[in-house]
């Protein structure tokens, strides 16, 4: 069975500019969530989605939105790219939001903003 | 405000050996823990998790040990091996405004390399 699938893999951007990443859950998996990975830091929590529905988000402006699609893969927008926005991107999926559901994270698309 | 902490960047074990890895937490409202490794260019990968009910939880050669009262859990790899060498991550977890809404607050991570 295919893991959880992003697109791009990497993009380059500059400040102002809008950026759009793809998320393919796990076939039977209903929430995706959102995480930003500045280099050197942990994972940082974006928005959680289930059955299309934002069901938390996390301490980011609101230049950052997502949403999920009826077949649940997701789309992450963010508008007015600063370079502070450079990190990895990391999307995961779980069967559900419970925090007792395991989440499998996808490989992440690299964003560099120059 | 960093409410997970690995204050350990690094470390480096002989293998064959013990392996403990370090996390605190500020937040005594997080009920759920687990910790993640992660390989370059790949997303993290599920561990092992602990519930705040519990003190000990053993998979294989992964045990982690949480500590309420210390606000500390620590993940034990016995014996190490090569193929452990990764970046670890403690996560912690709660429901936020009872609304069935939940996250996961990351560490920064500890690198542990096993050397042959």
């Known amino acids: 069975d295919a893991g959880v699938t992003q697109s791009p893999t990497h993009l380059i951007k500059t400040r102002g500019q809008h950026v759009t990443l793809r998320c393919s859950p796990i076939?039977?998996?209903?929430?995706v969530s959102w995480y930003q990975q500045v280099l050197g830091q942990g994972p940082q929590f974006i928005f959680q989605y289930y059955e299309k529905e934002e069901r938390g988000r996390g301490n980011f402006p609101d230049r950052f939105s997502a949403r999920q699609f009826p077949n649940y893969s997701s789309e992450l927008n963010v508008n007015a790219l600063l370079l502070g926005d450079s990190a990895l991107y990391l999307c995961?999926?779980?069967?559900?939001?419970?925090?007792?559901?395991?989440?499998?994270f996808g490989p992440g698309t690299r964003l560099t903003v120059l | 405000d960093q409410q997970v902490k690995q204050n350990s960047p690094s470390l480096s074990v002989q293998e064959g050996r013990i392996s403990i890895l370090n996390c605190d937490y500020t937040?005594?409202?997080?009920?759920?823990f687990l910790w993640y490794k992660k390989y370059p260019a790949e997303g993290p990968t599920f561990l092992i998790s602990?519930?705040?009910?519990?003190d000990k939880n053993e998979d294989g050669r992964f045990t982690v040990f949480l500590n309420k009262s210390a606000k500390h859990l620590s993940l034990h790899i016995v014996p190490s091996q090569p193929g452990d060498s990764a970046v670890y991550f403690c996560a912690a977890s709660t429901e936020y405004s009872g609304a069935g809404s939940y996250q996961l607050t990351f560490g920064k991570g500890t690198k542990l390399s096993v050397i042959p």
């Open positions: 937040n005594s409202m997080f009920d759920y």
């Open positions: 076939s039977g998996h209903k929430s």
């Open positions: 602990i519930s705040s009910i519990k």
């Open positions: 995961a999926s779980s069967l559900d939001y419970h925090q007792y559901n395991e989440q499998f």
